[in-house]
């Protein structure tokens, strides 16, 4: 990430909503473990955001770009052990096999729909540093792709508390 940006402020960090969404800082091992299973080379600033705090609540929730809106409720870690990492019983395959969302890349995080609309890094088109977009999937619109930001940092710096 750049350095003008201030991750301090990005997580929610109740320790009761911890379990089983935060997983410790991610090795390079580990890193090129889950990228291998997943089949996709994980963005530059997803793994900086990840190795600073890997995965959880973060208290910024809301993103609005081009028309575009959706509130999230958590990032997957990497890894393999928590459920909700990308690795993990409720990650990105149980997305793309259990309920179906498209194959397009890796789910990363889940909106306040419970399930019913997942952000994805979208490796179907790559922007101009190699990286994959960020859009968001809408299981109740037949799986509409609706493209939100052109990398991943540009989804993160535009998140902000939700009013």
Known sequence: MKEDFDLNNLWNTKEEEAEGHISSVPSNELIAEVEQDLGYKLPKSYLELMKQHNGGF???????????????????????????????????????????????????????????????????????????????????SDYAIIPLANSFEEFIRGLTKSE
């Open 58 to 140: 973060p208290a910024k929730t809301h993103f609005a770009k081009n028309g575009a809106e959706v509130e999230i409720v958590r990032f997957f870690s990497i890894g393999k052990d928590a459920d909700n990492s990308l690795c993990g019983k409720f990650g990105s395959e149980f997305m793309i096999k259990e309920w179906g969302y498209p194959q397009i890349g890796v789910a990363i995080a889940d909106t306040i729909s419970g399930g019913h609309e997942m952000i994805f890094l979208d490796y179907r088109e790559l922007n101009q540093e190699g990286e994959p977009k960020v859009v968001l999937v809408d299981q109740e």
